[in-house]
């Protein structure tokens, strides 16, 4: 089911080829996505809702996704930005978001979710359905979006994958794996739409500071007795190099940049955010 709320309604016509800016205008620099219009998926929380924030304040009008239909209200109301609640583990509740119709300039597939177990456990439910949220949802988002993309000449992909896309942690089979798979999603999608104005890349943080992550190292410090600063640095970061938590601004910064003008020949890559860790 597609829920819609929010003040302002983008003008997403896919009919409307107009480009955002004459191709050879630079575009201001304040608001480089001036004109642009930008759907973030999982904008309700975390990450997402600091990219939409950090879009925003770039000039794009915004496309909120995310299930969590009162929260996204409150951050679509707060940014102007339209909310389209919807499950992204429901295929036809995709499709229902009509977006083949609509403009898309940017499409950030940032929702995720987080199921932990070792394999001869892993409920295979809950493996097919981060599997259809944080793969298969992106696939038919990207399939929806790029016909408008390639029409106008312009469009930008940034798939939100993790230092988990590069490396295996134990108990998290459904997530790694849907992570590799997006980082092999997002190669392909940049191959297909080399020479058409559209990139895409991914951005794979290591642990950042969002309300997941904080629960989650609030429960290891109880959990061993030892304080939380201790859990972040021996446990949660024992391979990090770089000792804190990646804050959601910073990644916020890096989507806008691949957003952002003079970006054309960054495609197909993935750029960690992971203070290190994929170094080791
Ligand atoms: P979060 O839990 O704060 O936000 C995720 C959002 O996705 C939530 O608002 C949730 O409602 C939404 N969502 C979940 N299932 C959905 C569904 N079926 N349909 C629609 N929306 C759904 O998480 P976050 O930490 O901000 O993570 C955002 C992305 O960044 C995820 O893809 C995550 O894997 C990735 N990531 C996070 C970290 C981290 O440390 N927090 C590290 C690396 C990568």
Not at 177 to 201: D, F, M, P, Q, W
Request: glycine share 10%.
């Amino acid at each position: 089911m597609v829920r819609r709320t929010g003040a302002a309604l983008a003008s997403c016509d896919v009919t409307d080829t107009t480009p955002a800016t004459p191709p050879d205008a630079e575009p201001d620099p304040r608001r480089p996505l001036a004109g642009r219009t930008a759907l973030v998926t999982g904008a309700a929380s975390g990450i997402g809702r600091a990219v939409a924030q950090r879009l925003a304040a770039a000039g794009a009008e915004l496309l909120l996704v995310d299930l969590d239909a009162d929260r996204l209200a409150g951050v679509a109301e707060a940014l102007g930005a339209e909310a389209l609640a919807c499950d992204l583990g429901d295929a036809d509740a995709v499709a229902a978001l009509g977006l083949r119709r609509r403009r898309v300039d940017v499409l950030v597939n940032n929702a995720g979710l987080q199921h932990v177990a070792p394999v001869e456990d892993f409920d295979p439910e809950r493996f097919a359905l981060i599997h259809r949220v944080m793969l298969h949802a992106p696939f038919l988002l990207a399939r929806d979006v790029l016909p408008g993309m390639y029409e106008r000449g312009w469009g930008r992909l940034v798939h939100l994958t993790s230092a988990h896309g590069h490396r295996a942690s134990a108990y998290k089979a459904a997530y790694v794996s849907a992570k590799h798979g997006l980082e092999g999603l997002s190669k392909v999608i940049a191959v297909e739409a080399a020479g058409r104005g559209v990139t895409s890349n991914t951005v794979a943080p290591g642990y950042v500071r969002t309300p997941l992550v904080e629960g989650q190292v609030a429960d290891q410090a109880r959990r061993h007795g030892i304080g939380e600063d201790e859990v972040l640095e021996r446990v949660m970061l024992a391979r990090t190099p770089v000792k804190r938590l990646v804050e959601p601004a910073e990644v916020a910064e890096l989507v806008a940049y691949l957003c952002g003008p003079h970006t054309d020949s960054i495609t197909g890559a993935s750029h960690h955010l992971d203070g290190g860790w994929t170094a080791t």
